[in-house]
């Protein structure tokens, strides 16, 4: 061999391939690809980035004090268990590495998010899909694939790229039937978009024992998607580990500090919500209109299956978007072959994808 060489495994994985943002030969697009916020970023969050530009010289809190804090305050946790990382991607990483390896396995259900398999891959443990029932997360079925080996198991809940999701009861079964020494990780990325009265994003089963962690992200309704921050609720046991192993000033201090503004700015956040709860309805009632079938979302995008047939298919239809100038997420990676994932957009942006629709399937 001429070349250092990676561990066992490591060339066996799929490389993840982020939503389009561009088209060749366009010049003006759309991209409703990467299920970032419709409105954006909060102007207070805007400004406390700007503001962090003159400290470029010095090195960030490594201990994200105030950020902490801020979101301690906002949803009323104690800001020691919490853990912010480069992403909630970082913090779902870290936890896999450190609670799984060689021998092991990483269990998640059949739609959910690319890089829960790619993390057990690169931990050196063994990614296990449980199967879904109409794209919704099987309890039973998760349940019935936990082995002696299982380490970790990652539920999104809401799901992405399906946008379904598990009741706070269903959540609570699913902990309840795990090992005390299994991991449960509930990925709540898209958690402030859902009004649904029998949804939780899992903090009292963070408090109800020491084997479950929640993350989030301030890459969706927070609109931070470039800043690459997220935070995590743990156990203290799981927390310290965590504060172990991550990257001693793993958040920059033009994250944090957008962050702490963009958690304190509840007006914005609230507004986004609102948005996204006129356009979803919106826009599945106008792709049902269209004789596409939807499977019912509850984060800020919708997937939409597209007919069988060569000339009406979820490829052809993305073809024919993107000439439109118009970027949506091929999602056969996930097992989904002919859907398309769309985000929801600001108002012109949805007006502009339905009358491309109405024209392909016309």
């Known amino acids: ?22 088209v060749p030969g ?17 102007p207070r969050a805007a400004e406390a ?47 896999c590495h450190s609670y799984a390896g060689p021998g092991d396995e990483v269990l998640y259900s059949q739609h959910g998010f690319l890089m829960y398999g790619i993390y057990a891959q690169s931990a050196g443990a063994t990614p296990v899909m449980a199967p879904e029932t109409d794209r919704h997360a099987d309890v039973d079925a998760l349940l019935a694939a936990v082995t002696p080996r299982t380490k970790v198991v990652f539920i999104a809940n809401p799901n992405n790229p399906t946008g379904t999701y598990l009741s706070s009861d269903e959540m609570g079964r699913l902990r309840r039937g795990l090992r005390q020494d299994v991991l449960l990780v509930i990925d709540a990325a898209y958690a402030e978009y859902v009004s649904r009265n029998d949804y939780s994003p899992g903090l009292e089963l963070v408090d109800d024992g020491s084997n479950t962690v929640m993350t989030r992200t301030f890459s969706k309704i927070h609109g931070l998607s470039s800043l690459r921050l997220g935070w995590c609720y743990c156990p203290p046991v799981i927390a310290d580990v965590l504060n172990r192993v991550r990257a001693p000033f793993n958040i920059n201090a033009a994250a944090q500090a957008a962050g702490k503004a963009a958690i304190e700015d509840v007006a914005f956040t609230v507004l986004s919500r609102a ?34 047939e060569e000339r009406r298919c979820a490829a052809a239809a993305d073809i024919f978007l993107q000439l439109r100038g118009l970027i949506c997420r091929r999602v056969e990676n996930y097992g989904l072959p002919n859907s398309l994932r769309i985000t929801i957009g600001r108002d012109d942006e949805m007006h502009a994808v339905v009358d491309a629709l109405a024209d392909f399937m016309g």
């Open 1 to 22: 061999m001429s070349h250092p060489q990676p561990k066992p495994g490591i060339l066996g994985i799929a490389p993840y391939v982020g939503g389009k943002a561009s």
């Open 26 to 42: 366009v010049a003006h697009v759309i991209k409703l690809s990467s299920n970032e916020d419709a409105l954006g970023a909060s």
């Open 49 to 95: 980035y700007s503001r962090a530009a003159r400290k470029l010289s010095r090195y960030p809190d490594p201990n994200c004090t105030e950020l902490r804090q801020a979101i301690g305050e906002r949803h009323g946790i104690e800001p020691e268990r919490i853990v912010c990382g480069n992403g909630s991607d970082e913090l779902l990483g870290l936890l």
């Open 275 to 308: 948005h996204n709860q006129v356009w979803l309805p919106w826009l599945s009632e106008r792709m049902v209109g269209l004789g596409l079938r939807i499977t019912p979302s509850v984060g800020n995008f919708l997937l939409v299956d597209f007919p069988e």
